[in-house]
């Protein structure tokens, strides 16, 4: 197990136990244990619990940093806010760390497991029946969305961030260059690498993610310079190699292949506008002007499929990426948009 | 020398000697030669000639079948179309057919070097003091304004589709990628390689450009059925692959360096808008409305730079390789850009 994945780097976290855990897909993941971050405090009404669902490579630690504190929206004297690391993310069980089903052999996992093991999470550790926002960015969006389909009403608010809850062809390419990418790898066998060997992928996917997440036009303006790096080599060694690398190739392909196969529609014979005709929460999808990954217009088309569902963008000139909130006015608009969805009446 | 850049795949062409030929370095590039292809006649007058330039990975080939013929703009009962490979190319001195300096001993070939090649080719080949149109498409762009800058007024109208005569940072980590796949290969050997050790880079090199080249939308619409393919996975296979698959690596490192590379300003230290104060040409920037590669805001950030320049968007819903015409009201849009620069007098 990597260091990378330490409580020293991202926690504190507490494991909640799973027990022998039933995938959606039939297998059995064996011993699981969902790792969470608690802020604030749940009040006896047991009414004030938000859920933070985390994105392909980051970590609630991540969510905490940017999205969680005094005045953001999500204002720990406020609200009870549990975030929750998906299924091989490294902290909850994963390829790097399953003792029984540890690097290839870990069975594929689903946004459906994951919400699945949150709302273990939120029933059996917090006695909830329900939370007043379930809110995550990017594949944390996608399991936000799953939420509203999977347990309807269970959360009276879902905001989407930067993400959709159905994968589309584009993103099963994007998966595909990084499966490629990562098991092509000479010393990849089979799962069972030595760490040294997955360097030049592990790099290559920084790269990769360097053209995808952020936007042309970040890069034609020297974006990195703000975040206080000399040239473009400076941050795709420092910056991007420097974020990727230290991860696990197999945690990355869980994760990834999780995306491929997100699919809201699971829980309606792969009918995503049938599951979510199931939906009671009120639904808000914030695309970001400028990503590449989930442009406006495919978070527009999510939108069309959910009953009541709005739409605000968020605009950004970072592209995909923005989610790190480096840009000064991202996190107002993050803001506005939460507390507007959190003042609603349900 | 691989099968793919021969006369049955990509003529007829023909070659004219260039001799030892100097290059923007300073470095020579011995013997060189560079293959073109033409279609009409030359009149008496000399002032129907058209030059048509060539992209990433192509050959004058695709662009004979794509944008010449009767009921085109350009339209060999009326114009003499000289069609150029740029250097690297696999047709013209290449790493794959220098018999002096293949492979990795191959010297950095620049656009400014195409353009000088080209200018030899036009005035020894056929006497031209002038062109009615340079045209050419993302790296032929590229050339094509470089011609703009570097010949003032020999070209009295430039085309410049889908591209820009200066390389910015998004663009080089396009290359920085592709470099990296390439160059990181087991068996690369330093350019030294078995073609069949090159066969899983150049499907990574596929599959990225599957994820560059067409946009999000297209391929979540399921583009590729109205082009004959059944699924995803036989598109990535037949198509994508298909088509980078047989080409040659150190071939696409010595474009896509020149790429990295391109950069109008390097007849005046640098200075791109110094560079463009020469143009006596008639300027015409035509960016594809869903490109990624060279968004409409970075072409029109460089229109900025060129005195008199107009850009006229060419809409279409397929990304960058719109360029390959598969949309029925591309052509349309192409030949009246086009029609409307060549009836302008000059």
Redesign the interface.
Known sequence: MSDYYSQENHGPFHLHSLGDFTLTSGQVLKDAQIAYATQGTLNAAKDNAVLVTTWYTGTTKIMEQIYIGAGHALDPSKYFIILANQLGSGLSTSPSNSAAQGGAAFPAVSMGDDVNAQHRLVTEAFGLDHLALVFGGSMGAGQALEWACRYPGFAQRVAALAGVGTT???A???G??VQ??LT?A?GFNGGAYAAADMA?PL??HA??W???AWC??F??R?GWEPLGHAS?DAF?TDFMTGYFAPMDANNLLAQVSKWQRADVGGIAGGDAKAAYAKVKSKVLLMPISSD?IF?V??CIAEAALIPGARLTVIEGKAGHLGLFAIEPDYMPQINAALSGLLGEQV
């Open positions: 589309r062809p584009h099963v390419v994007i595909k260059i490629d990418i092509s000479p030049v790099r290559q790269l990769y360097t053209n995808l042309p036009d890069l034609d020297k473009l795709l590449q442009p217009t495919t």
